[in-house]
């Protein structure tokens, strides 16, 4: 074991929520890192499962557990896991994954060279329930982010910008779980996006990248699991109106956020049109939340039948217009209104 007299602090963020299954086997990874100069920071969200029961079993004085007084959600625990920590360098791992024993060190061995955020290779622990297509998914990011690194382990700022900007949508990075970031990013450049849910990360990661460059480690050091109770697995068989949103909320942030000017000149450079793209993604964000909508109202038996008898003769066409336009504008102009 490495003398570590004198080396970095490392706050291990460990946010929780129901994660009683796999936390135990998450916990012990960290516990058993070559690098020790580290405290694990855990934040549970209000969990109604046994995960503080799990958390109790350790006595560890590198171990701090906190509970929300109230659910903040996905992206606020990781916001409230970034607030408590004491390090210079914070480390997030999810409650299902898991670092391997050299993870942490190999990251750092980066850090020092002046990155202030590094990520690495990830490998994936499927569960049984996961479909073949959600697997493509994921294997195809990896490898597209093993391309991005092929020929330099390091991308500048104006590299991934531009990748960024060719590529909106692209995770080139991975999962919180793969990354290491120097704390002074959050002071530098703030915090995860509250209002995202798909892209929280990818937003962070393009934020920061974009006016420090990113660095990778291309070992796989992280295996991330995916399981039908994940947020990543959630995330892809959700259809809610939120998700549509990701997208866009990310082009306003590229538009309007003084941290993307660097991005807005490559992009007119380059002429790519952000507001056109903005646009587009704003009817198709509202398209989901009509036919989102009309799929409830299909379901709703009383609706139809309603619908119908007003519609039944052609003398009463315009009765059910007068009925279905004024919903229609509702929800096109205001679909925030969509639970």
Not at 56 to 77: E, F, H, M, P, T
Not at 252 to 268: A, G
Not at 284 to 303: E, G, H, M, P
């Amino acid at each position: 074991m490495k003398n570590m007299y004198n080396e970095p602090l490392v706050s291990v963020c460990i946010p929780c929520y129901n994660g009683a299954k796999y936390l135990k086997e998450c916990i012990d990874s960290v516990l058993s890192q070559s690098y020790v100069n580290f405290e694990i920071i855990i934040v549970d969200d209000k969990s109604s499962d046994n995960t503080l029961d799990i958390i109790n079993q350790y006595n560890d004085s590198r171990i701090s557990k906190y509970i929300n007084k109230v659910n903040l959600g996905l992206v606020g625990n990781w916001n409230r896991c970034i607030e408590l920590a004491n390090g210079e360098w914070v480390k997030f791992v999810f409650q299902d994954d898991i670092l391997d024993a050299e993870c942490i060190e190999e990251l750092l061995q980066k850090g020092r060279q002046g990155h202030k955020i590094i990520g690495c290779n990830r490998r994936f622990i499927y569960e049984s329930e996961i479909p073949d297509h959600q697997k493509e998914f994921y294997s195809d990011n990896k490898s597209t982010i093993e391309n991005l690194f092929a020929c330099s382990t390091v991308l500048n700022a104006d590299q991934v910008t531009t990748i960024s900007v060719e590529n909106i949508g692209l995770n080139f990075l991975g999962e919180p779980s793969v990354v290491l970031l120097h704390k002074s990013v959050f002071a530098d450049y703030g915090y995860f996006n509250s209002n995202l849910v798909q892209l929280c990360d990818l937003e962070f990661w393009v934020r920061v990248g974009c006016n420090t460059g990113v660095a990778f480690v291309s070992d796989e050091l992280v295996s991330f699991r995916i399981h039908q109770d994940s947020v990543s697995a959630e995330n892809w068989t959700k259809c809610s109106f939120r998700n549509s949103l990701d997208s866009q909320i990310l082009l306003y942030e590229y538009l309007t956020n003084p941290l993307y000017k660097k991005l807005r000149e490559i992009c007119e450079a380059s002429g790519i049109n952000l507001y056109l793209q903005f646009i587009n993604e704003t009817c198709r964000s509202r398209w989901v939340a009509l036919k989102r909508q009309l799929n409830i109202f299909k379901r709703d038996k009383t609706f139809v039948k309603d619908v119908k008898s007003v519609t039944q003769s052609n003398n009463n066409i315009p009765v059910g217009f007068t009925i279905f336009i004024p919903w229609l504008i509702k929800y096109l102009i205001a679909p925030q209104n969509l639970n």
